[in-house]
């Protein structure tokens, strides 16, 4: 494999990708299952937890994605990063368990999963994420969503088969637990639904079954709000869906690999998530 990664070279490792994803979800169910201890992070935010299943995941994905492409980078939520040594940088975005509060508190709920994002020349390529109890909160229903943003045709997989738009119709916006305003300002008939997890927010959207997901801190004016790993992964597979997250000025998010931090966002199709922009922010 040439470490331009092309299209046809992304086709190609997304399978294992998908595999990879896939035994990470067998992976957190079993420990999920046996029971994992629980810590807190030594991080400037007060009450950050972190499992055994984090780092089981983290330790799964750095072994297998530094080999999937020899010399590419890493970084993660859970572990130190490193720099890609290969043609085009090709570097790994991961948050090994996004919601971790929720495995926690809720692991039945099954609002969290793992984001795998791609940049290559700095520049997002692919992601892969992870929900070990799939959508309908059961551990029979894994489900690995992936996408490639440059591939025209099928660009959405869902357990290794394509999206096709006959498979979706969405409904709503997704929003946090903390973002409750939203029902104040969309139309009563627009169902709301608050998600514990920005990569369950993110599929909902990629896979055509939400209309929106509507970020924390966009009514607040926030130049910042989530960290590159925590949106990474779903950002690529939205923009695979031929949508995009759009910021309070209505452009498209830049997401670089340089980029630690991500503005707040409205996802969804460009018409539907800038119109919801200028009712609530502009109008």
Known sequence: MSLGLSDTELVSILPTLEELVSESNQLIVSLLRRGAYVSHKD??????????IDKAVDLHLNKSLLKLIPGSGWQSEESNSSLSTATGFPT???DPIDGTSNLVHNPGAGEYGTSIALFIDQQLSLGVIGLPLGFSRNPSDSTVISGIISLDESPVRVNGEPLTSGDTNPVGVVISWHDRWVRQVVPKETPVYAVGSVVMRMALVATGQSEMYVSSG??????SHYALHDVAGGAAIVRA??????????????LKLE???VRPFVAGSEHQATQFIKNVLVG
């Open 43 to 52: 991080s400037d935010l007060p009450g950050e937890l972190v499992t055994e």
């Open 92 to 94: 790994w975005v991961v």
């Open 218 to 223: 966009l009514a607040q004016g926030f130049r």
């Open 241 to 254: 869906a031929n949508k995009d997250l759009y910021d309070s000025d209505c452009e498209p998010v830049e």
């Open 259 to 261: 980029h630690r931090n």
